[in-house]
């Protein structure tokens, strides 16, 4: 059945009509509605931020937790040389940090006192475990994964003398760095920023310049050089072999000690006097997969090496419950607090509401005597009150945006990590809008049913 031309208009036309009349009525009543507007959007603003700062919270947490343990899902298998007690295979719930360590692990877990690299008679290292790694990847087709090998370094500050940390004090008061050799996977496990500069790159580990990658406490130990002279460092343990900064990522906290990143190989080829250190294999598996993952990792690596080395795997299983609970236990206390500040914005009003409603008895009796049917008042007065909402509540929720944009919300709280590219909730925007109608809904229902009320005769009484 086709319609009629207009009949579409016609049949929105009372609701058009019934809007713009409200806006209308809430421009000419302004001076008495403008404490209840100013109420609900300061409620909204409030709850949108409130909201918000729950959801960045919650985002905080789990990038928090994802660079100490990995992002969910990933499965730390470790492998040491030499303690032949150890049971393979065994998870003894530990976690670990991006440095490759054990963290909350007995100290004679595994000996990570290894022999140096040994280089074969066609220039090539021998490292087993490297060799049982790669075969592992590509057994498990995984597409995240990670060699980490973890070694200490005494850095030389370029254009500077070289310095020991056991004669001379100054030299890196705060501690002497680590290196990791890793691969391209390990920043995007551990959800490191790079903040100058570039990441790194496979093929990384066969450039004669060795690309590195340091954190911002080591850029600034350096003196911060500009990343476009090509800046270098050497150090004492590599017999003065060159690292070249191609990148600079962000620290973990003020706690944070200096670190460098280069590629594993490149760390192999390095010439490193010295024992090797802790060597981990990052993989990462579906959550609901990661025990079953961990059993398969480590049965692989255990297989390929054979006896004489030590397998163990741990997952972060425990760690992320612990942080969805901290985070539920977050948004229900800021959700308690919203819905607090929000129903004092819904009395503030319906108080205004009504007391607008009593001083506009008059104008509503002519209407009525006009012919104008209870229910055309009934959603006239509603939609004034829901119009009026609605549009405090966009106020509020651009005020809200601005206040967690500019605000520095990491500093004041002490997060972890930069907020400035996380962009504001949509469910805190979606949510302060919809409350707020909402609040308008409810608070202009006894208004409107005080205003069906009123009697033409009360015109004359007013």
Not at 247 to 252: A, D
Not at 262 to 286: M, Q
Not at 376 to 390: D, G, M, Y
Request: glycine residues 10%; charged residues 15%.
């Amino acid at each position: 059945m086709n319609r009629e031309p207009g009949s579409l208009a016609q049949s929105l036309t009372p609701y058009l009509g019934a809007l713009l009349e409200a806006w209308h009525e809430l421009r000419i009543n302004r001076n008495r509605i403008m404490l209840s507007l100013v109420s609900v959007a300061a409620a909204v603003w409030a709850m949108s931020t409130v909201i918000a700062l729950s959801n960045l919270l919650t985002s905080s947490a789990e990038a928090s937790e994802a660079q100490f343990t990995g992002i969910p899902g990933t499965v730390t298998v470790t492998v040491n040389q030499g303690s032949a007690d150890a049971v393979d295979g065994a998870d003894f719930g530990f976690g670990t940090d991006p440095t490759g360590m054990m963290f909350g692990s007995p100290m004679d877990a595994g000996s990570s006192g290894d022999e140096p690299d040994v280089v074969k008679p066609d220039g090539t290292i021998d490292d087993p475990f490297s060799d049982a790694a790669l075969a592992t990847v590509d057994r498990v087709g995984s597409t995240h994964w990670s060699r980490v090998r973890t070694q200490s370094l005494a850095v030389n500050i370029p254009a500077a003398p070289e310095c020991d940390p056991m004669i001379d004090p100054t030299c890196f008061s705060s501690g002497d760095p680590e290196i990791h050799g890793v691969d391209p996977g390990w920043f995007d496990i551990y959800r490191r920023t790079i903040v100058h500069g570039r990441t790194l790159q496979d093929g990384d580990g066969e450039r004669l310049m060795n690309p590195t990658v340091v954190n911002e406490m080591l850029w600034e130990q350096l003196g911060s050089p500009n990343l476009a002279d090509h800046p270098t460092f050497t150090a004492r343990e590599t017999g003065g072999t060159q690292f070249t900064i191609v990148g600079v990522m962000n620290n973990l906290g003020s706690w944070d000690s200096p670190l460098a990143v280069v590629s594993y190989d490149t760390l192999r080829y390095a010439g490193y006097a010295g024992p090797i250190g802790t060597r981990n294999l990052l993989v990462t598996a579906p959550v609901d997969d990661t025990q079953q993952a961990r059993r398969t990792l480590t049965s692989m690596m255990g297989g390929l090496l054979g006896t004489g080395w030590d397998v163990t795997a741990t997952t972060a299983d425990q760690d992320v419950e612990q942080t969805q609970q901290m985070n539920s236990m977050i948004t229900k206390v800021l959700g308690i607090v919203g819905g607090i500040v929000i129903a004092l914005g819904a009395l503030g009003l319906l108080t205004v509401s009504i007391v607008t409603v009593g001083h506009r008895v008059r104008e509503i009796g002519i209407r009525r005597a006009m012919g104008a049917s209870a229910a055309r008042i009934f959603i006239s007065v509603f939609l004034e009150s829901v119009v009026a909402t609605t549009v405090a509540g966009v106020i509020g929720v651009v005020l809200s945006i601005i206040t967690v944009k500019q605000m520095p919300v990491e500093d004041v709280l002490g997060l972890p990590m930069e907020l400035g590219a996380v962009p504001y909730p949509l469910t805190a925007a979606f949510m302060g809008v919809a409350i707020a109608s909402l609040v308008g809904a409810l608070a202009g229902v006894i208004p409107a049913t005080i205003a069906v009320r009123v009697k033409p005769i009360d015109a004359i009484r007013f």
